[in-house]
């Protein structure tokens, strides 16, 4: 096989463009089509946030229906959850990991294929449903029942796209675990690997283990309006809180499955970008791997408000309370990298610090969300709206921007624009502050969430978070341009190394990367790498 | 906002013994202690994690801050090449623990307070509906919705025209804040609501109370509360129900027991009344059998 292989990389190997896109098996190809598609869904989510920020910009209704509106905050949860970050950090993870620990591609390169190519006929027939007559799913992304079983049309075609998106998930997870345990070149141990693999191999046991019970959740969903069944139906002897119970269970680790491939990036270009290296790299894996762990048992915290025995109430509270702890960790240790480093600011550097802090007010609120009597007054309102946008988005988001960033001289040769990152990030850094911490307030004092219209007394934050939201959607279009600019092989030439600072396999290999990577093994020098002192 | 509006907006946070609010209030920056012994408990215990989250965020924000000045490459400094420090690893994982069994304590003891819903004086059943609420105090014949009041209605209807701005009460803006009938409630009562739904699940919030909780259809709640101030206290479905989540909101009026009392005789009595009444109409000449 490998002598065939070999043989077959000698010719002069050109697939046509259709060859190559559509039914090519290289990581390299397949993370680029993952990262576009992911940006594409990410202005596809974010228009639809525009929409209900301009509702929102002012009290009364002024542009669309409720049951629009409804659709809106849907369908856009979906879409940048299932269409832009998670396909993203599979991009990243398809691109950088096989790099990264010495592999000439991921362990089962044609099941990649269609990992990827799922994702367009998925959310095609996601997003159509917005044109069918009776509209598409408006019941929230989290589709309680009973409400989302009095959607109309739309709700098989929902199901049909997110088993396709499950599906997708899951055989990435699958490829991701076959390749970190089995392709590793020979000295690239497991405690020597970048923090970045070790978060993805955590997070690919949480896909394994979560999208399998999403997949029942819709499941019983469809049943229980076309099959006659009654999970969740109290006339035929279900419960509706059942399916809060199943969808959280998926639904808390989704989240971390969300933010720990950010926690994988964000410390590849800390000890970079400060020329020194991760402070307590065993700390940070076993911390990863407690987050992991934990989110498993905290799920009814997204419940409180349902009914739970007090015992209960008090269990998860006190178990979500505990992932302050391996966090902090994290973060402590991010600062202490930094501490008598010898730092430097370009652009990635600057989204990597602005996700610490940011990401670190998110989780100051989601602390006060563990507290259960003041959940009480937070829960389904604009506080928990704050908590979770900025664990996502000045989170999750604003660490692929990050690692785009990083990586792109690696990808395209190229050096983006240092001028255009720069104005990138801090228009982006202002506008979403503005958009997203009043809603702090809001929720606070009162608003709830999932309304398109409220009282006076919430206007002048609403106004100041829908300019921010138009603010911050504008500055996106620079980061789009950017990348295009790359591509299209724009900026000066980039050197294998990159970043002073930068150490790794991945390091080692041209830029831009050459089509085929690692088709021997590498011989593995320590000094190399990130992680090569056995003493750490 | 100007400066000196956001110092005195910082200021009035900062207070720990503030004014109770009714109804939201514009540039409002935080919950409100509320009208019960529950909801100032509830507040404290807000009030206390949000100091706490300050601190740490002071201390890792100012330690960031420091390191961007003093360990820039410009300044010529040559980086460190240490990444273990034992100590500081134990003390920045005990630390933490310790703080949040400092704030689990006061948690666990308000949620064991606001879970005894006995010995309550009087019960009140609500239900959820698509997009209304009903009231029905237990034991009495009293029994009515309550929805969007009809300004406020005519006004939230897309393009209308109308502003929202003139939808008053004399509580000031009451837009999509106001119903026709508002649930009456005697204060200094211990008052248990049992909660339940007719469709989908919708969730019961007045802030002023100190807590929201979910109504279910096929299932039953239970929450209680006991409110020391007479007034009027507003809030929102907080679950979201359909299209007009939004524009189902809730009035609690708090009256002193005896104008309570009083009310409530009254409204039973209309109720009889008019169930007598109904059954007469219906029942024809079994007219004798109902009385």
Redesign the interface.
């Known amino acids: 096989m490998a002598t065939h292989a070999a043989a077959h990389d000698a010719h002069d190997h050109k697939p046509g463009f259709v060859d190559r896109w559509f039914f090519g098996t290289n990581h390299k190809d397949i993370g680029t089509l993952y990262l576009l598609f992911s940006l594409l869904m990410f202005f596809i989510g974010g228009a639809m946030a525009l929409v209900i920020r301009a509702e929102l910009f002012m ?4 542009i ?4 629009f509106f ?1 659709q809106m905050t849907t369908v856009h949860a979906l879409v940048m959850i299932f269409g832009a970050v998670m396909p993203a950090f599979v991009g990243l993870g398809n691109w950088m990991i096989p790099l990264m620990i010495g592999a000439p591609d991921m362990a089962l390169p044609r099941m990649n294929n269609w990992s990827f190519w799922i994702l367009p006929f998925a959310f095609l027939m996601l997003l159509s449903t917005l044109f069918m007559d009776s509209g598409g799913p ?3 992304w989290t589709l ?1 029942p ?2 989302s079983l ?1 959607g109309g049309a739309s709700m098989p075609f929902v199901i049909f796209a997110i088993h396709m998106m499950g599906i997708s998930s899951i055989m990435g997870a699958i490829n991701i675990i076959a390749t970190i345990l089995n392709l590793r070149a020979p000295g690239m141990d497991l405690l020597k690997m970048p923090v970045f693999c070790w978060t993805w191999l955590i997070t690919a046991f949480l896909l394994i283990g979560v999208m399998p019970v999403l997949a029942g959740a819709v499941t019983m969903l469809l049943t229980d309006k076309f099959f006659l069944t009654s999970f969740f ?3 035929g002897g279900g ?3 059942m399916y809060q119970h199943i969808f959280w269970f998926f639904g808390h680790p989704e989240v971390y499955i969300m933010i720990l491939p950010a926690f994988g990036v964000v410390s590849e270009i800390i000890p970079t970008f ?8 065993q ?1 940070m894996v076993y911390a990863t791997a407690s987050i992991a762990f934990l989110s498993f048992i905290v799920w009814a915290h997204h419940m409180f ?3 739970m025995p ?1 015992g209960g ?2 269990f998860f ?2 178990a979500t ?2 992932i ?2 391996p966090t ?2 994290k ?2 240790s991010w ?11 370009e652009t990635p550097m600057l989204f990597a ?1 602005g996700f ?2 940011m990401f ?2 998110g989780g ?2 989601g ?2 969300l563990a ?4 959940d ?2 937070y ?3 604009y506080f928990v709206v704050a908590h979770f946008h900025y664990v996502l988005v000045t989170g999750a988001v604003f660490s692929i921007m990050a690692a785009t960033y990083y990586w792109l001289p690696k990808w395209t040769g190229v050096m983006y624009s240092e001028k255009l990152g720069k104005a990138h990030f801090w228009l982006s850094t202002i506008f979403v502050n503005l958009l997203f911490f009043p809603q702090h ?1 809001l929720g ?18 609403n106004m100041i978070s829908s300019i921010g939201a138009f603010g911050f959607g504008l500055s996106q279009l620079i980061f789009a341009w950017v990348v295009i600019r790359c591509i299209r092989g724009k900026g000066e030439n980039a050197t294998a190394q990159v970043w002073e600072g930068a150490k790794g396999l991945e390091w080692t290999v041209p830029s831009p990367a050459p089509h085929h990577t690692f088709t021997t093994p590498p011989v593995i020098d320590d000094r190399v790498l990130a992680h090569g002192d056995v003493s ?1 | ?1 100007t400066p000196r509006r956001v110092l005195a907006a910082l200021a009035l946070l900062a207070m720990t013994a503030m004014q109770a609010q009714a ?9 409100s202690p509320g009208v019960t012994e529950t909801s100032r ?2 507040y404290d ?2 009030m206390l ?2 100091w706490v ?1 300050v601190g ?2 002071v201390i ?2 100012g ?2 801050a420091v ?2 000045v003093r ?4 300044k010529g ?9 034992t100590l ?2 134990v003390v ?2 005990i630390i ?2 310790l703080i ?1 069994v400092g ?2 304590w006061p ?2 003891r ?3 307070h ?2 005894d819903t006995e010995d309550a004086e009087l019960t009140v059943k609500v239900t959820g509906y698509q997009w209304l609420w009903r009231y029905e105090y237990v034991g009495t014949g009293v029994n009515f919705v309550s929805k969007l009041d009809r300004q406020s209605d005519r ?6 025209g ?4 003139s939808v008053l009460d004399g509580d000031g ?5 106001n119903v026709d009938n508002p649930l009456v409630l005697p204060t200094d009562t211990k008052v248990r609501f049992v909660f339940t739904a007719n ?3 919708h ?1 019961w ?1 007045v ?1 002023a109370l ?5 109504a ?4 039953i ?2 929450a209680w509360t006991r409110i020391d101030t007479p007034g009027t206290y507003r ?13 189902m909101p809730i009035v609690v009026k708090a009256v002193p027991r005896e104008e309570f009392d009083a009310w409530l005789a009254q409204k039973d009595a209309e109720a009889r009344g008019a169930a007598t009444a109904a059954t007469a109409m219906t029942a024809g000449d079994t007219l004798a059998a109902v009385q």
């Open positions: 009290p009364g209704m002024q669309v229906n409720p049951e409804n408006a019941g929230g309680y009973p409400l009095q139906n109290a006339a419960d509706p809180v400060s020329r020194k290296p991760l402070f307590g790299y700390a408000t349902v009914g007090l109430q008090l509270m006190y309370m505990l302050a702890v902090g960790v973060v402590f600062v202490s990298t930094m501490w008598k480093g010898a730092m430097t600011f610090l610490v802090v670190t007010i100051f609120s602390l006060m507290i259960v009597p003041a009480f007054q829960h389904d309102t307030f606070l004092a009162g608003m709830p969430r999932r309304i398109p219209d409220y009282n006076v007394a919430f206007s002048d934050f750490h | 906002m109804n939201p209030e514009p540039w409002q920056l935080n919950m408990m509830v215990i807000h994690i949000l989250c740490i965020g890792v924000f330690a960031m390191a961007i360990f820039r490459k410009s400094v040559v980086p460190a090449r240490w990444s273990h420090n500081a690893e920045w994982t933490p623990v949040l704030m689990a948690a666990t308000t949620l064991i606001m879970a006004t939230r209807m897309l393009g209308s109308l502003d929202p701005a803006n009451v837009y999509l804040l469709d989908v699940i969730s919030w802030p100190g807590w929201k909780q979910d279910i259809p096929g299932f709640t239970d809030g929102q479905c907080a679950e979201l129900c359909g299209k007009d989540h939004g524009f």
